[in-house]
């Protein structure tokens, strides 16, 4: 036999496609030919390949080999068609038949001595896989805890080369999947542990319960950082959707923890201020890989101190705040990833970040101003809650009563306001407030009435509120009364929506 064919799947972002590779063996003077645009990774395949084999006590065949990977327009990347390469090329010359493998995809990166490496992305590969009926896979036995997640999936792992060769030759059982390893106990941060700042709790519970956007304005020692690192103590764990979408993401990145659960918490990212525009959105060579934006999908992005962030780092930002996605082009092939996470900006009032009116600051208010200015309008506009926090006093950081609520109790609160607004707009195919279009908002049946919006519309007349504002406004103040447990906001919710939003009294 000088033909063989078996599965694969290939990746273009986090969306994975079924690819048939093909083997031909020909007479002429040997050579090997890879065709169906792979990239630089899987033209050195055949090297690799070629060790692997005799490596492995297997014979090569000195003939001119073909191999094709289908469908021929779709882009290939990465290692990860290693295996399968060897395990085509292996059947098309006789040395193996391959009959145990039909309708079995194959994954793996091969090392020179024909081990079997884990590869990025393995989860995505196994979910389109399965979306394409195939029942059965083969995966790199660093991968398998990965793979097994997905249902109606029998994932086999293997270690080596030589393995699957004495698997398809005699049966040998491959490697089962790892049992499943329960998830530690959370540990994270507590809102137990932020002194005082009602304002910013209360603005980060309206944030967690809606799914809105967040500014944090004020001095060194606020509590600005601790309130965002707590944010995802108080989001609901991810169901088995997100988990999937979340945990793909992560295993393209390669940055899945030891255990290849799902992830059921939402991720938090926090890059630093000199991160460059491709680490927040995503970038590099070839096919764009996801950026923290990305990386923060179902979760939470911070970035403190966020003046300091380049203008191009910020204003990138723009389109997957508004969108919840984000469409990377690149010479190698464009993607889309999802970024439907919600941000937090912390900042001080000035270079110097001392408090406003102290005799220290060395800031000017033309200084201040400018260093403000550095979020620029249209970027604000799309952050729904912009609170100034004050400085914590000596009575709230000495505080030693039971009075402060533990993330817990909070977080009840946020899944019982979660649950009112899914229910709510779910003919609409939405979840939380902060993702229902304005235009649903603003006709019937849940246009509010104008006694209830009359202070907004006045701030709209005067321009000093934008419609994007408006809208987000109204999106809101339902989550406020979700919180409260009513099944429409009134006037006052409007006027606390207003009031986080522009943080000033109504």
């Not at 009563?401 to 649950?419: C, H, I, K, L, N």
């Not at 509120?465 to 906001?489: E, K, N, Q, Y």
Request: contains cysteine; charged residues 20%.
């Amino acid at each position: 036999m000088s033909y063989a064919k078996v599965l694969c799947v290939g990746l273009v972002g986090v969306t994975g496609h079924l690819v048939e590779v093909e083997a031909d063996l020909s007479a002429g003077l040997p050579a090997v030919v890879i065709s169906g645009l792979p990239d630089t990774a899987l033209h050195e395949a055949r090297d690799r390949v070629r060790a692997a084999v005799v490596n492995s006590g297997q014979r090569w065949p000195n003939r001119r080999i073909t191999l094709n990977l289908l469908p021929a327009t779709l882009p290939k990347f990465g290692s990860a068609f290693d295996l399968a390469i060897a395990t085509a090329l292996l059947g098309g010359s006789g040395e193996l038949p391959l009959l145990p493998l039909d309708g079995v995809v194959i994954l793996g990166e091969l090392g020179l001595d024909g081990t079997v490496r884990p590869v990025r992305g393995v989860l995505p590969m196994v979910a389109a896989a399965a979306q394409a009926g195939v029942a059965r896979v083969i995966v790199p036995v660093g991968n398998a805890a990965e793979a097994a997640v997905i249902p109606g999936v029998r994932v086999r792992a293997v270690d080596t080369l030589h393995r699957l060769v004495a698997f398809v030759r005699d049966g040998t059982p491959l490697i089962e999947p790892p049992a499943d390893i329960p998830e530690p106990p959370d540990g994270g941060p507590d809102l137990a542990d932020v002194a005082g700042q009602q304002l910013g709790r209360r603005a980060l519970e309206v944030a967690a319960a809606g799914g809105h956007h967040v500014a944090l304005l004020g001095p060194p020692g606020a509590g600005k950082t601790m309130l965002a690192e707590r944010l995802p103590s108080i989001l609901p764990e991810l169901d088995d959707d997100a988990a999937l979408e979340v945990t793909a993401l992560h295993s393209v990145a390669g940055l899945l923890p030891p255990g290849g659960r799902l992830l059921r918490r939402p991720p938090f990212q926090a890059p630093h201020h000199t991160a460059t525009v491709p680490s927040l959105v995503g970038g590099g060579s070839g096919l764009a890989r996801p950026g923290a934006v990305s990386l923060a999908h179902r979760g939470v992005l911070f970035l403190d101190e966020a003046p300091e962030f380049s203008k191009g780092a910020l204003e990138a930002l723009r389109q997957p705040l508004e969108h919840g996605r984000i469409q990377l082009n690149r010479s190698g092939g464009g993607t889309v990833y999802p970024a439907r996470t919600q941000v937090v900006l912390a900042a001080n009032p000035c270079p110097c970040a001392k408090p406003a009116g102290d005799a220290n600051c060395e800031c000017s208010p033309l200084v201040r101003r400018r260093y403000l200015g550095r979020l620029s309008g249209p970027l604000l506009d799309r952050i729904d809650v912009q609170v100034r926090l004050m400085p914590v006093r000596a009575a709230e950081l000495m505080a030693t009563d039971g009075d402060v609520e533990p993330s817990a109790t909070v977080a009840a609160r946020v899944v019982a306001a979660r649950q009112a607004a899914a229910a709510r707009w779910a003919d609409l195919g939405r979840r939380l407030n902060a993702e229902v279009e304005g235009p649903h908002l603003r006709r019937p049946p849940w246009r509010l009435p104008a006694r209830v919006t009359v202070e907004l519309r006045g701030r709209l007349d005067s321009g000093s509120l934008s419609a994007r504002g408006f809208d987000r406004v109204i999106r809101m103040a339902w989550t406020i009364a979700d919180l409260d447990g009513r099944d429409r906001p009134d006037r006052d919710d409007v006027r606390e929506a207003l009031q986080l939003r522009t943080g000033e009294a109504t």
